[in-house]
C-alpha cells in the first residue's frame, strides 16, 4: 500500500544538506516530519536541521552518497514515498525505485542534545573558517583549538602532538579578562556546509556551531586535552 501520493521535490538547501550528512555519516534515518539529523558513527559529532519538505513516512537510506547519485540523474527530480521503497521520476518518464534499509542496521542520533551552560561564544565567518581548514592542509596540522586568552579568542590550527611543528592563528572573539581555555577538536571531525556561523562552547565538552541563516546546527565533541578556567 503506497503510504503517499504526495510526490515532493528536493530543495537546493534541502540536497546541499543530505550532501554534507553523508560526510559526517554514509547512511542515514529520515523520520517523519520536517527535521532530519545525522550523528558520526564515532558519536563524536551530529546535526541536526529543519528543511522545507515534509515527510510523510520514516525511510532509511543505507548509502547516502548513492542515494543522491542516483536523484542526480534526473533534471528535476520528484520523490513519491512509498513503504518500503522511494520512486524517483523524472519530466520525461524515467524513475527508479529506490528501496530503503532496515533502521536497525543504520548508525543514527538516538536522543536530542541537552547543550550544556556556554562559558564562551564567538562569530565564524564562512571565509575564516575556509582559511582554517586551508592552513590545516597546506601544513598538515590534524587540530583546531580556541584559545582564550588576555581578553582574546584565537583560533589555531596544530599539531597537539608535536609542540615543535607549525601553526596558523586568527583572532575570531573577545573573552572576559582572567578566563582562559584551550578548546580542542580535530579539523577532520568539523564538517560544516558553507556559510557564516555563530559558535557557542560548553566548559569542556562540545562546541555548538548553528548556521546564520539555514535552520541548521552541528555539536561537535571537545577532545579530552581541552582545559577551562576562569
Known sequence: MTTTTTAITLSKN????????????????????????????????????????????EFGIWDLNKFLGVISLFSTPTLEFDDKFVTISGANGSSVKYFYSEPR???????????????????LSEKTFSELQKASSV??????????????????????????????????GTIEKGTQFRFNFKMENIRL?????????????????????????????????STYNA
Open 14 to 57: 534541502t540536497l546541499s544538506i543530505l550532501k554534507n550528512f553523508a560526510s559526517m555519516n554514509s547512511n542515514i534515518l529520515v523520520k517523519p516530519g520536517n527535521t532530519i539529523r545525522t550523528i558520526t558513527p564515532s558519536k563524536n559529532g551530529m546535526a541536526e536541521a529543519t528543511v522545507t519538505e515534509t515527510f510523510d513516512v
Open 105 to 123: 542496521l543504520l548508525t543514527t542520533p538516538t536522543k536530542q542534545v541537552n547543550m550544556p551552560s556556554t562559558v564562551a561564544s564567538i562569530s
Open 139 to 172: 601544513l598538515q596540522l590534524p587540530d583546531l583549538s580556541f584559545v582564550g586568552n588576555d581578553g582574546k579568542i584565537v583560533a589555531t590550527v596544530l599539531d597537539l602532538g608535536d609542540p615543535t611543528t607549525n601553526s596558523y592563528k586568527v583572532e575570531v
Open 193 to 225: 556546509l558553507p556559510g557564516n556561523y555563530h559558535v557557542n562552547f560548553a566548559k569542556n565538552i562540545v562546541g555548538e556551531f548553528s548556521h546564520e541563516t539555514l535552520d541548521l546546527t552541528y555539536w561537535f565533541a571537545m577532545e579530552n586535552t
